[in-house]
């Protein structure tokens, strides 16, 4: 890693942690908004951040001739991707008498399995890997099916939880059907992104995705209780 790759993980580790803190003094005045949804943002935020510490000290990745591999990623996504999709789901289930663990449960197994896949397609030779990578692919496919499907359903108990549901489904998808599309073009994939192109890719991505999404869900939903 360059100088300038280790600025931008820095960089990221500061904004995760300052967006932690402030996800932590947000709980302080909840506003009627359950206060595990707080917790979930600040352990995304925070354990996202402290992931991305450990590529800035040159830990969290493993340096080969033909590519970097930066397995810290999937440590940060294996923890704080199955964390957001249970906040989403949550607001999707912010009325129900009873939540549906079945359905919790589908999510978090399909979003382990596609980051899975992607670390052992990242690992994998050329003539391997993009099996590996399809069938992240097709667990990502049975995520947005049930994030469409059966959780925005879930929503429609009121018209602002709906909306408020359909905004944050529309901001999750919009980002996260990104992520393939720059791992395939990274380094990791067929390499038209090297360097600090897909470096930057995945420093903006996680920050739109996690903190964006921890701010805008949470206020929304504490204007709802308003």
Same mark, same amino acid.
């Given at each position: ?29 909840? /506003?009627? =908004? ?5 917790? %979930?943002?600040? =352990? ?12 800035? $000290?040159?830990?969290? $990745? ?6 970097? %591999?930066?397995?810290?990623? #999937? ?9 957001? $999709? ?8 912010? #009325? *129900?008498?009873? +939540? ?28 391997? /890997?993009? +099996? ?5 692919? =097709? ?6 099916? %049930? +994030?469409?499907?059966?959780? /925005? ?6 018209? *602002? ?8 489904? +529309? ?5 996260? =059907?990104? #992520? ?13 992104? /090297? ?7 995945? %420093? ?23």
């Amino acid at each position: 890693m360059n100088s300038i790759d280790t600025s931008l993980h820095i960089f990221y580790f500061i904004v995760m942690i300052s967006s932690a803190i402030y996800f932590y003094f947000l709980s302080r005045k909840p /506003k009627g =908004v359950p206060l595990y949804e707080y917790v %979930i943002a600040i =352990v995304i935020t925070g354990w996202s951040g402290v992931a991305y510490l450990s590529i800035a $000290l040159g830990q969290g $990745l493993l340096e080969r001739p033909e590519k970097t %591999i930066y397995f810290a990623r #999937y440590l940060d996504w294996v923890v704080s991707t199955p964390l957001l $999709l249970l906040s989403l789901a949550l607001t999707a289930m912010f #009325y *129900q008498r009873k +939540i549906n663990r079945t359905l919790i449960a589908s999510l978090i197994i399909a979003d382990v399995f596609m980051i899975l896949t992607g670390l052992i397609a990242d690992f994998s030779p050329d003539s391997l /890997k993009y +099996i590996w990578y399809s069938l992240g692919l =097709v667990a990502l496919a049975i995520i947005l099916r %049930i +994030i469409w499907g059966p959780l /925005k359903r879930m929503a429609h108990e009121s018209d *602002q939880l709906a909306k408020h549901y359909k905004r944050m489904a +529309i901001y999750l998808t919009s980002f996260w =059907v990104l #992520y393939p599309l720059a791992w395939f073009f990274g380094a990791s994939g067929v390499g038209l992104t /090297k360097g600090i192109i897909d470096t930057l890719a995945f %420093i903006v991505l996680p920050i739109f995705s996690k903190v964006g999404f921890g701010i805008l869900d949470l206020h929304g939903l504490r204007k709802i209780k308003g």
